[in-house]
C-alpha cells in the first residue's frame, strides 16, 4: 500500500506519526513481525500448559462434546457423545472387518448419519493422513491418548503465504492419557492399524 502511494506521489500522514517514511515503514514492519511472533510463542506455550494439565487445547473431535458448565469452567474438557461414538466404533469395526472408506462414507450417507460438523461423510474423513495423524481411524485420543503438537503450520512464501503442515519431531510431541474418552479397544485398534 505505502509502495503504491509512494509511486502515485500521495503523502500518507497518520495522527501520530504524520508523514510516513520508508524509515518508519521498515520499523513497524520490524516491529509488527516481532510481534506476531512473540503472539505465537506466547499462544504454543499456553496450550502446552494445557495439554501438561490433561486438558484438549484444540477443537472438539467427532465423538466428543462440551461438558455442561461455565465456559472457564470446562475449557480444555470434553466428554464422549454417545451417538457419535456408537458410530465410530461402526467405522472401526467395519473398516477392521475389510470395509472401505470410500463404501463407509457412502453407507453413513445413504443413511443419513451425518458426518462431523453435520456434513456429508467422505472417505477422506474417515481414513485421512496417516503420517499426519488427520482422519478418524488415525485419531488416538478415541483410545484415550491425547498427541498433541504433532505438525506446525508455517507459511509458504513462494505460495501467496499459504499455510502448509508438517510434522515435528516426536521428541516435540506431547502425550497425555486421557482413559475417560476412550472409544476404541486397543484390540480394535490394533486391527485398524494392522
Avoid: C
Amino acid at each position: 500500500f505505502h509502495k503504491t502511494l509512494k509511486f502515485l506521489q500521495v503523502i500518507l500522514f497518520t495522527l501520530v506519526e504524520r508523514e510516513v517514511t520508508d524509515m518508519m515503514m521498515g520499523l513497524k514492519g520490524i516491529m509488527s513481525a516481532q510481534y506476531i511472533a512473540d503472539v505465537a510463542f506466547n499462544t504454543k506455550r499456553g496450550l502446552k500448559g494445557r495439554v501438561r494439565e490433561g486438558k484438549i487445547p484444540s477443537g472438539i473431535a467427532y465423538g466428543y462434546r462440551l461438558p455442561p458448565g461455565p465456559p472457564e469452567e470446562t475449557r480444555g474438557e470434553r466428554e464422549i457423545e454417545p451417538a457419535e461414538a456408537a458410530v465410530i466404533q461402526r467405522i472401526f469395526s467395519d473398516y477392521a472387518n475389510g470395509v472401505s472408506p470410500r463404501k463407509l462414507a457412502a453407507r453413513l450417507n445413504a443413511e443419513g448419519v451425518p458426518g462431523p460438523k453435520s456434513r456429508k461423510w467422505m472417505d477422506t474423513t474417515i481414513r485421512g493422513q496417516v503420517e499426519r495423524g488427520t482422519g478418524l481411524l488415525n485419531n488416538e485420543l478415541y483410545i484415550g491418548r491425547l498427541v498433541w503438537n504433532k505438525t506446525s503450520y508455517v507459511k509458504n512464501p513462494m505460495n501467496d503465504g499459504k499455510r502448509v503442515a508438517r510434522i515435528n519431531p516426536p521428541d516435540l510431541w506431547m502425550t497425555r492419557e486421557l482413559p475417560h474418552l476412550r472409544i476404541i479397544d486397543d484390540a480394535l485398534w490394533h486391527r485398524v492399524k494392522a
